[in-house]
């Protein structure tokens, strides 16, 4: 990949990656409540369903399942249902255990499979990903290079930008509950993030393909 398309590629996916979207609520949410170890298996399901986004659109399967109507539908509505489902949850489930006991907390292997699965179904059910990338890629090929080199070179450098915006936005998130009860930065957190995964769902419902 040629070295000024790297450069543009990365400041272009820097800046859009600087806007807090579903993946990034759920990363800090699981940094405050299970500190960094929350947050490194949320990051690892994230880049796991980017890795396989991404290598649909190197196949072409990205732009074939987006030129189908039906199919494009299927996924607005499974990644719409899965947001709301995890807004609804966020909202409305009893908290069993205080917060300030399990803020902080490293999660049990079968906690911490919950949340990477969390985390991928989150990133790879949303079209919009799919519509993003799409259009986004492309633009910084080479084609006199080798296309698969530039994909990988492309999500590298994606994955590296992601994991440094998350963990921007999840030690700034950790900073400040230093100075606010913990168990009140967790429920309120928790309630945010509720209504905002209710609404980006609601909205998901609302996009097009084109």
Same mark, same amino acid.
């Given at each position: 990949?040629?070295?000024?398309? *790297? ?7 820097? /800046? ?18 299970? #500190?960094? &170890? ?10 796991? &369903?980017?890795?396989? =986004?991404?290598?649909?659109?190197? *196949?072409?399967? #990205?732009?074939?399942?987006?030129? /189908?109507? %039906? ?11 899965? /947001? ?14 205080? &917060? ?12 911490? *499979? ?7 179904? =989150? ?17 910084? /090929?080479? +084609? ?12 590298? %450098?994606?994955? &590296?930008?992601?994991?440094?915006? +998350? ?11 230093? +100075?606010?009860?913990?168990?009140? =930065? ?12 209710? #609404? ?11």
């Amino acid at each position: 990949m040629a070295l000024h398309l *790297w450069l543009t590629f990365s400041l272009a996916y820097l /800046l859009t990656s600087l806007t807090p979207g579903p993946n990034v609520l759920l990363t800090v949410r699981n940094a405050l409540r299970h #500190g960094p &170890a929350g947050m490194g298996v949320t990051l690892f399901g994230n880049l796991l &369903a980017q890795l396989l =986004v991404i290598s649909a659109v190197a *196949w072409g399967v #990205g732009a074939m399942l987006l030129a /189908l109507p %039906t199919a494009f539908l299927v996924l607005k509505v499974v990644g719409a249902g899965y /947001l709301i489902y995890l807004g609804a949850r966020q909202l409305f489930a009893r908290q069993s255990v205080p &917060a300030a006991a399990t803020e902080g907390a490293v999660p049990a292997a079968q906690s911490k *499979w919950r949340i990477g699965t969390e985390a991928f179904l =989150v990133s790879a059910s949303n079209p919009k990903t799919l519509i993003f990338f799409c259009a986004f890629l492309p633009q910084f /090929l080479d +084609h006199g290079r080798p296309i698969a080199e530039q994909f990988a070179v492309m999500y590298l %450098t994606s994955a &590296a930008i992601v994991c440094g915006v +998350h963990s921007f936005y999840c030690f700034s998130a950790l900073h400040f509950s230093k +100075h606010v009860k913990a168990s009140r =930065v967790v429920a309120a957190l928790k309630r945010a993030t509720g209504a905002l995964f209710i #609404g980006l769902g609601v909205r998901l419902l609302s996009a097009r393909a084109v």
